[in-house]
C-alpha cells in the first residue's frame, strides 16, 4: 500500500511582506518527509506563486518533484521550500499584502515511487532571482547515463530564452544552437536561444553538470521549471 505524507515543521516556517513589485511577499518553509524516490507535489491554496526555490530537488513537472538515492536528501531529507508570491496592488497604488499567500497555504504531497523516478530532470539549483547580473550557474541534471544526448532548452521565469554564455561541462561534448562551436571573441561557448545539446560522456558520475554565466542582457536568473531537458 502506498503512504501519502504532507508534513511540515511550522516552527521553521515565516512570512514577510512585500517591498516592491520586483520584491513582493514570501514565505519560506521546511518540509519534514523525504522526496528521495517519491513523486511529490506542491500546491499553493489558490494563491499564484511568483518564484519557487527547492534547493537540491530535482524538478519532474510545473511544482512537482522528486529526489535520489546517494544525493544529499538521504542525509536531510527535508525540503527547504522558499516561494516569492505574485502581489497585487490596493487602489492606493501600494502593495496589498492581502493578496499574498502564507505558509498556511503550501502543501507538498509526496507518494512513494518505489525506485528512482524514471527521466532526466534539472536540479533546482537557481536559488534566488535576486542575483547579480553575470552571475554563473551550474546547471545539474539527475537520471543521464554515458551515450545519452540531452536536449537542453534553458529558459527564465517568464518562459524567455535565457542568454547563457562560457558554457562548459565536465560530462561530455556540448553542441549550442545546432552548431558544433558558437564562439565569442574570446573562444567561449554562448547561445542566445538556450538551445544546447550535450552528449553525456564516460567520464559523468551520477550528475551531469553544465556550468554557465547568465549574459548580461539576459534580465533573470534561469528557472528550472519553464526550461526543459530530455533524452
Avoid at 520586483?22 to 489558490?46: A, Q, R
Avoid at 545546432?178 to 559523468?204: F, H, K, P, R
Wanted: proline content about 3%.
Amino acid at each position: 500500500m502506498k503512504l501519502i505524507g504532507s508534513f511540515v515543521a511550522a516552527a521553521l516556517a515565516a512570512d514577510w511582506p512585500g517591498q516592491s513589485e520586483t520584491d513582493p511577499c514570501g514565505s519560506t518553509l521546511k518540509y519534514e518527509g523525504s522526496s528521495v524516490n517519491s513523486t511529490c507535489v506542491m500546491d499553493f491554496g489558490g494563491f499564484a506563486p511568483w518564484r519557487v526555490f527547492l534547493g537540491g530537488q530535482y524538478i519532474t513537472g510545473m511544482y512537482s518533484f522528486t529526489n535520489y538515492d546517494g544525493q544529499e536528501a538521504e542525509v536531510d531529507p527535508s525540503v527547504d521550500v522558499l516561494v516569492f508570491w505574485e502581489e497585487a496592488l490596493g487602489a492606493d497604488g501600494e502593495l496589498d499584502n492581502s493578496t499574498c499567500g502564507t505558509t498556511a497555504d503550501i502543501t507538498v504531497t509526496c507518494t512513494p515511487y518505489g525506485a528512482a523516478v524514471p527521466g532526466v530532470y534539472f536540479q533546482e539549483t537557481a536559488n534566488d532571482y535576486r542575483m547579480a547580473k553575470g552571475s554563473n550557474y551550474n546547471v545539474q541534471i539527475g537520471g543521464a547515463v554515458a551515450g545519452d544526448v540531452l536536449a537542453i532548452a534553458l529558459k527564465d521565469a517568464y518562459g524567455n530564452a535565457f542568454g547563457a554564455q562560457n558554457l562548459s561541462t565536465n560530462s561530455g561534448e556540448i553542441t549550442v544552437d545546432g552548431i558544433n562551436v558558437v564562439e565569442d571573441a574570446w573562444g567561449n561557448l554562448y547561445t542566445d536561444t538556450g538551445m544546447i545539446s550535450l552528449t553525456v560522456g564516460d567520464q559523468a558520475a551520477d550528475i551531469v553538470n553544465l556550468f554557465t554565466t547568465q549574459q548580461p542582457g539576459a534580465n533573470w536568473e534561469p528557472s528550472f521549471w519553464h526550461s526543459s531537458v530530455s533524452n
